[in-house]
Every structure is written in structure tokens, then in C-alpha cells.
């Protein structure tokens, strides 16, 4: 529909604003909702890598000189697991030079809980802990008991 005011020639007027905005834009989809889009690296999860997808669907309307100069960066926002399916793990930016800057939600594809490697790993690592410190408190109740003095 084009609207067009004060003119001699409506019909044509209006034909001649529609032709114009067919010739020079296109509508373009960015991307669908549950579209894959990325494929996270997290250390420790089961298995490492993680696939992100569109939250939402993405369309532009843009000029047909803009087309070729899209740019699209992904940025990933979770670190380690444990992941929730549908969790956000990082976002992705388009951006349109001198038209527009779009922004989105990557969300999981999948829950991710730690490996087993990585479970063994933090219980190790606890337990050299508990060691270390029941091994310090022990030496102190060992100290007081003596009074504090060396041998």
C-alpha cells in the first residue's frame, strides 16, 4: 500500500513509489528460531561442545546495496557447565553498515551436565583439600595440647 498526497496522479504516483521500493530493497530473513547457529567449546561438559541456536526469527528489510556487506559476530557467554536446555549461552550480533545493527539470544540445543572426568577431577581436588586442612588442624590440636612449645 503507498499512500500519496497532493498529487495530480494518484494511480500513478503510487505505482511509481511501490516500483521503487521493489527495485531497490529486499526483505531478507537472518534467521529462523531454532536455527542452529553456533557450536560452543566448554571444557568439562558432557560432551565439550555445545550447539546454540536462535531464540527468535531475525527479518531486515534493507537496500540492495547493503545486501553483499552483512557482518555477523558471535560472542559465547556461558563458561562451564552444568548447562538447562534452552538456557542462554551466548548471543549473536548482525550488522548492516549505514542501515541497521540486529541483536539475538543463542540459547542450548541440549542440557550438558560435567563429564565424568571432570566429576573426578573436583572430587580429587576436594579431597586434597580436606586432606590438607584436617592435616593443618591436626597439627595445631597437636601444638596446643603441648602447650605451644617445641621439642
Do not use: C
Not at 573436583?122 to 597439627?139: N, S
Amino acid at each position: 500500500i503507498a499512500v500519496v498526497l497532493n498529487s495530480q496522479d494518484h494511480f500513478a504516483d503510487g505505482m511509481t513509489l511501490l516500483d521503487y521500493g521493489f527495485h531497490n530493497f529486499v526483505r531478507l530473513t537472518l534467521t529462523q528460531a531454532g536455527e542452529p547457529l553456533a557450536l560452543f567449546y566448554i571444557p568439562g561438559g558432557d560432551p565439550e561442545w555445545l550447539r546454540a541456536v536462535a531464540q527468535k526469527t531475525v527479518r531486515v528489510v534493507l537496500p540492495k546495496a547493503k545486501l553483499g556487506r552483512v557482518r555477523s559476530w558471535v560472542r559465547q557467554t556461558v563458561a562451564k557447565p552444568p548447562v538447562q536446555k534452552g538456557q542462554p549461552v551466548g548471543e549473536i550480533l548482525w550488522e548492516i553498515p549505514g542501515a541497521s545493527e540486529h541483536r539475538i539470544q543463542l540459547v542450548a540445543l541440549r542440557a550438558m551436565d560435567w563429564s565424568w572426568e571432570a566429576k573426578a577431577h573436583m572430587v580429587g581436588e576436594r579431597f586434597l583439600l580436606a586432606f590438607f586442612i584436617a592435616a593443618g588442624l591436626y597439627g595445631i590440636w597437636r601444638w596446643t595440647r603441648k602447650g605451644g612449645k617445641r621439642r
